[in-house]
């Protein structure tokens, strides 16, 4: 079946670090692909999404490619936030049907 | 435009009671569905619908769960009876039908604690 894997958290960072999570599917054919944010005390979001190979989304500094050699659909931000510390989950979505991985915490610090 | 509505927010229960969950879409869309998220994981669906119609519950726990989407509008989710291992975030989300690569709208979720 299909299936998402993130790497593991948490992750902690400093203001304007570099931030990269991880994140691999296995899928038959193509799925769409996305990232959703949960902030603390809040509910899940959308933060970006990519519909077919190469496709690269982006959505408040944060970018993810979709790449369908290696199966992956890393996100990425080139300097992070405080208020970047949320709980990050890569998802696909084939048939109607939302697959998450695990989540990974992030924390940055001042 | 509202978002997904669910309530109530927390809910705490023993072991063995019942409990139920409410959901609202957003207006106009047709597919809700109910996911479970415990503590560490990502959500799992449960049920999906279209309209009032299932169209998986294929991880649903029937022997304790179920749920109704009578009217095709908002949706109810029960637990009877509840176990322990049932304690977890429960959400809604809700999508209109436009193909394949439509966006789930997610509501604030109801946190269930199961003592």
């Known amino acids: 079946g299909n299936s998402v894997t993130q790497m593991e958290g948490p992750v902690t960072l400093s203001e304007e670090a570099f931030l990269t999570i991880n994140c691999t599917y296995t899928a038959t054919g193509y799925p769409s692909l996305f990232w959703y944010v949960q902030y603390p005390g809040e509910g899940l979001q959308l933060l970006l999404k990519?519909?077919?190979?190469?496709d690269k989304g982006s959505n408040k500094g944060f970018e993810a490619t979709y790449r369908k050699e290696t199966t992956s659909f890393h996100l990425e931000k080139g300097s992070v936030q405080v208020s970047d510390s949320a709980v990050y989950f890569c998802?696909?979505?084939?048939?109607?049907?939302?697959?998450f991985g695990q989540g990974t915490r992030l924390t940055i610090n001042p | 435009e509202a978002g997904v509505a669910q309530s109530p927010r927390y809910k705490i229960i023993e072991k063995r009671q019942s409990v139920a969950f409410w959901c609202n879409p957003i207006s106009g869309h047709a597919t809700l569905y109910w996911y479970q998220q415990i503590l560490g994981q990502g959500p799992k669906l449960l049920i999906q619908?279209?309209?009032?119609?299932?169209?998986?519950d294929s991880q649903l726990p029937k022997d304790r769960f179920s749920a109704e989407r009578l009217k095709g509008v908002d949706s109810t989710l029960k637990i009877q009876p509840a176990k322990l291992e049932d304690s977890a975030v429960y959400l809604c989300a809700s999508s209109p039908v436009a193909g394949e690569t439509y966006e789930q709208y997610f509501g604030p979720g109801t946190r269930l604690t199961v003592t």
């Open positions: 619908f279209q309209n009032n119609g299932v169209v998986d």
């Open positions: 990519a519909t077919k190979a190469d």
């Open positions: 998802a696909l979505q084939q048939a109607q049907k939302l697959v």
